[in-house]
């Protein structure tokens, strides 16, 4: 049985895939779930929903991240950041999963899969996508928006383009 953590990366894989896709060849991406990983069917389902999930929401977390770092727009963060991003802001507003809980499991998948300046800007846009949400009154839609726009946090990595 696979654990919520081993969910989670996957699901930031899969995402990762639909990004670098745009969305295209879903089915072919559920196909590429690894089957080395020797998950049950209702897991690949729910790694594979996750990421769906998390994809179909990405315009409303790339507008609350531009809100909290209005220097890197979505297509300015590296490919792993933006959807480490979008999967943890879909599960802080969507998903019902517990704030803190996300932002470490985030950190850790951008200290795994990212350079060493990601875990440090991800813990600061998803800090502030908490407080937001604390300050709402707990969570909804789109919480988290607006409390910290332009706090200057410090970009993944230097611009490339």
């Known amino acids: 049985m696979a654990l919520p953590r081993e ?16 969305g295209g060849d879903a089915e072919e991406v559920r196909g590429s779930i690894d089957e080395e990983e020797k998950l049950r069917p209702a897991e690949r389902e729910r790694v594979f929903g996750l990421a769906s999930e998390a994809w179909a929401h990405r315009a409303e977390a790339d507008a609350a991240m531009l809100k909290l770092a ?26 019902g999963a517990a704030p803190k809980m996300v ?15 990601s875990p440090a800007f991800v813990n ?5 996508v908490m407080k937001s949400i604390v300050a709402a009154g707990g969570g909804g839609v789109g919480a988290g928006a607006d409390a910290a726009a332009g706090s200057g946090t410090a970009p993944p990595r230097e611009a490339e383009e």
């Open 7 to 22: 969910i989670r990366r996957l699901a930031f894989q899969v995402l990762y895939e639909l990004d670098a896709r745009n």
């Open 124 to 128: 600061a846009l998803l800090d502030k």
């Open 70 to 95: 209005p220097d890197w727009p979505a297509h300015r963060q590296p490919v792993v950041d933006r959807s480490i991003l979008r999967l943890a802001y879909y599960e802080m507003t969507r998903g």
């Open 103 to 117: 932002i470490n499991e985030a950190v850790e998948l951008a200290k795994t899969f990212s350079t060493e300046r």
